[in-house]
């Protein structure tokens, strides 16, 4: 009996054992697993913060307040520009509205281009250009290094040479670096705009003969706020808008207002369709005697010139009459005398398609001692003579320009331009060598293989007639290529 209990013992003693361990693997093996459920915990929850601060990100940009940049216009010719300037000529791929409508900074979508700086957006723009022509003058060459070598420059046509000139030019000069700011402030446009190009005037630049190195020279530079411009510019009484496409600097050079200058200027919105600009310019009275055709400048203005332009712009076309009143002052010594100048210019430009592929730009011009403004100065604006008490006479000029622009296709495109100036003297007050009259006609071929890249050919032909009868004439070939950024 006492062995049987002792066995019975045993056995419940070694169940009891067995039991016990079970439980005791089944437990370290819970703890592994718990383990391991931890690490996963802790990896979804730093996974969920990630997700939640790039969230908030997200939604903290999307409602951060932005300012609206105006995109750049041109060149005109160039641009046709300011206005859009149109990129073989002044304006060219390159600047802002110079008087746009001020806007206050608000809700709206980031800059897509340029870069801020300190509240300040800064665009970088321009063009690289490379032009090269041939040219045929009937009465000699032109001078070495001569700005007429580098585009058509009227008054420069050789007249009167005993044997034929030619001539090769190729250069890069004429590309542009256009800088852009806009500055919003409490409601406010503050906007400056600085243009440089390397087709400065000969004697202040390098030359040919080794590296082909040139100085860059101003064209623009001014600011703007809200309506009110300060610096150089476009004067007023030109309208860039009616620049036409050209592989040459200018293009129509005698038939069109052409001058860069510093000012101030005014201008408002009158309408949806209507705007007035109203503007003080730099005033310069360039001058010739009897003796010689020469202009040269006088420094002796005591007022500035003043410029109005209407500007009226419709589904129809753009359209722009201008006014200029000047003050003409020479003082030698021995002669000290005044005049009065002015003059009206009406320009525009009608699409013939709704594609704008295709336009009619046109621009005429009359006045009495403008000469400056027209024509790359081909009129002197006052004619004196030597003599004490004679008065200062005053050539009166009518100059304009009409251009056709066919696009053949979207990649395609040509322009045909004819532009014409005549100079009137008062009687006896032709100065000798003078020129009366000046002429060109061109045609020019476009090629735009990507949106960025203009290729084109040009052929023009030029005449210049001098108050004693004698004619120049030029014929000149053009390519030109450009990359516009």
Same mark, same amino acid.
């Given at each position: 009996?006492?062995?049987?209990?002792?066995?019975?013992?045993?056995?419940?003693?070694?169940?009891?054992?067995?039991?016990?361990?079970?439980?005791?693997?089944?437990?370290?093996?819970?703890?592994?697993?718990?383990?391991?459920?931890?690490? #996963?915990?802790?990896?979804?929850?730093?996974?969920?913060d990630?997700?939640g601060?790039?969230?908030?990100?997200?939604?903290?940009?999307?409602?951060?307040?932005?300012?609206?940049?105006?995109?750049?216009?041109?060149?005109?010719?160039?641009?046709?520009?300011?206005?859009?300037?149109?990129?073989?000529?002044?304006?060219?791929?390159?600047?802002?509205?110079?008087?746009?409508?001020?806007?206050?900074?608000?809700?709206?979508?980031?800059?897509?281009?340029?870069?801020?700086?300190?509240?300040?957006?800064?665009?970088?723009?321009?063009?690289?250009?490379?032009?090269?022509?041939?040219?045929?003058?009937?009465?000699?060459?032109?001078?070495?290094?001569?700005?007429?070598r580098?585009?058509?420059?009227?008054?420069?046509?050789?007249?009167?040479g005993?044997?034929?000139?030619?001539?090769?030019?190729?250069?890069?000069?004429?590309?542009?670096?256009?800088?852009?700011?806009?500055?919003?402030?409490?409601?406010?446009?503050?906007?400056?705009?600085?243009?440089?190009?390397?087709?400065?005037?000969?004697?202040?630049?390098?030359?040919?003969?080794?590296?082909?190195?040139?100085?860059?020279?101003?064209?623009?530079?001014?600011?703007?706020?809200?309506?009110?411009?300060?610096?150089?510019?476009?004067?007023?009484?030109?309208?860039?808008?009616?620049?036409?496409?050209t592989?040459?600097?200018?293009?129509?050079?005698?038939?069109?207002?052409?001058?860069?200058?510093?000012?101030?200027?005014?201008?408002?919105?009158?309408?949806?369709?209507?705007?007035?600009?109203?503007?003080?310019?730099?005033?310069?009275?360039?001058?010739?005697?009897?003796?010689?055709?020469?202009?040269?400048?006088?420094?002796?203005?005591?007022?500035p010139?003043?410029?109005?332009?209407?500007?009226?712009?419709?589904?129809?076309?753009?359209?722009?009459?201008?006014?200029?009143?000047?003050?003409?002052?020479i003082?030698?010594?021995?002669?000290?005398?005044?005049?009065?100048?002015?003059?009206?210019?009406?320009?525009?430009?009608?699409?013939?398609?709704?594609?704008?592929?295709?336009?009619?730009?046109?621009?005429?011009?009359?006045?009495?001692?403008i000469?400056?403004?027209?024509?790359?100065? #081909?009129?002197?604006?006052?004619?004196?003579?030597?003599?004490?008490?004679?008065?200062?006479?005053?050539?009166?000029?009518?100059?304009?320009?009409?251009?056709?622009?066919?696009? +053949?296709?979207?990649?395609?495109?040509?322009?045909?331009?004819?532009?014409?100036?005549?100079?009137?003297y008062?009687?006896?007050?032709?100065?000798?060598?003078?020129?009366?009259?000046? +002429?060109?006609?061109?045609?020019?071929?476009?090629?735009?293989?990507?949106?960025?890249i203009?290729l084109?050919?040009?052929?023009?032909?030029?005449?210049?007639?001098?108050?004693?009868?004698?004619?120049?004439?030029?014929?000149?070939?053009?390519?030109?290529?450009?990359?516009?950024?």
């Open positions: 009996m006492t062995c049987m209990v002792f066995k019975t013992r045993l056995a419940f003693t070694a169940l009891l054992a067995g039991t016990a361990l079970v439980p005791a693997a089944a437990y370290a093996q819970t703890a592994r697993e718990v383990e391991l459920e931890t690490r #996963l915990k802790a990896l979804e929850a730093a996974v969920q990630l997700r601060e790039l969230t908030a990100a997200r939604a903290t940009a999307a409602a951060a307040p932005q300012t609206a940049v105006s995109p750049t216009a041109p060149p005109t010719a160039m641009a046709s520009s300011p206005t859009a300037p149109h990129p073989t000529g002044p304006s060219g791929p390159t600047a802002p509205t110079a008087l746009a409508e001020a806007k206050p900074a608000g809700p709206g979508p980031a800059p897509t281009d340029g870069f801020k700086v300190a509240g300040t957006t800064v665009k970088l723009n321009g063009f690289f250009k490379t032009w090269a022509s041939v040219s045929r003058y009937s009465g000699g060459n032109i001078a070495p290094e001569s700005v007429g580098d585009f058509y420059f009227p008054s420069m046509t050789p007249v009167g005993r044997n034929e000139g030619n001539s090769f030019e190729s250069h890069a000069k004429q590309t542009r670096i256009v800088l852009a700011t806009d500055t919003p402030i409490a409601g406010h446009s503050l906007k400056g705009l600085l243009e440089l190009d390397f087709q400065v005037v000969p004697g202040t630049q390098g030359n040919q003969r080794v590296v082909s190195g040139y100085n860059p020279g101003l064209r623009r530079a001014f600011f703007t706020y809200d309506n009110w411009l300060f610096g150089q510019e476009w004067t007023t009484f030109q309208y860039i808008g009616a620049l036409p496409e592989t040459d600097f200018i293009g129509p050079s005698e038939g069109t207002v052409f001058v860069r200058q510093a000012q101030v200027r005014y201008t408002r919105k009158l309408s949806d369709t209507l705007s007035l600009s109203v503007a003080a310019e730099n005033p310069e009275t360039a001058s010739t005697n009897l003796v010689s055709a020469a202009v040269v400048e006088n420094a002796d203005d005591r007022l010139d003043v410029a109005a332009r209407l500007n009226y712009k419709t589904a129809f076309g753009e359209f722009s009459l201008a006014g200029l009143a000047r003050k003409l002052t003082d030698t010594g021995p002669l000290n005398e005044s005049a009065t100048g002015w003059g009206v210019s009406f320009a525009g430009k009608v699409p013939l398609d709704a594609s704008g592929h295709s336009d009619i730009r046109f621009m005429v011009t009359h006045g009495d001692g000469g400056r403004y027209v024509g790359l100065n #081909l009129a002197p604006d006052a004619v004196f003579s030597a003599v004490p008490g004679a008065e200062l006479q005053t050539p009166s000029l009518t100059a304009g320009f009409a251009a056709l622009k066919l696009g +053949w296709t979207d990649k395609l495109r040509s322009t045909f331009i004819g532009s014409v100036q005549s100079i009137d008062p009687t006896g007050g032709e100065p000798i060598g003078a020129t009366d009259s000046a +002429w060109s006609a061109s045609a020019n071929l476009f090629y735009s293989p990507i949106k960025s203009d084109g050919v040009e052929f023009r032909h030029a005449q210049r007639q001098l108050v004693n009868g004698q004619v120049g004439k030029m014929d000149r070939g053009e390519l030109a290529a450009r990359y516009s950024f």
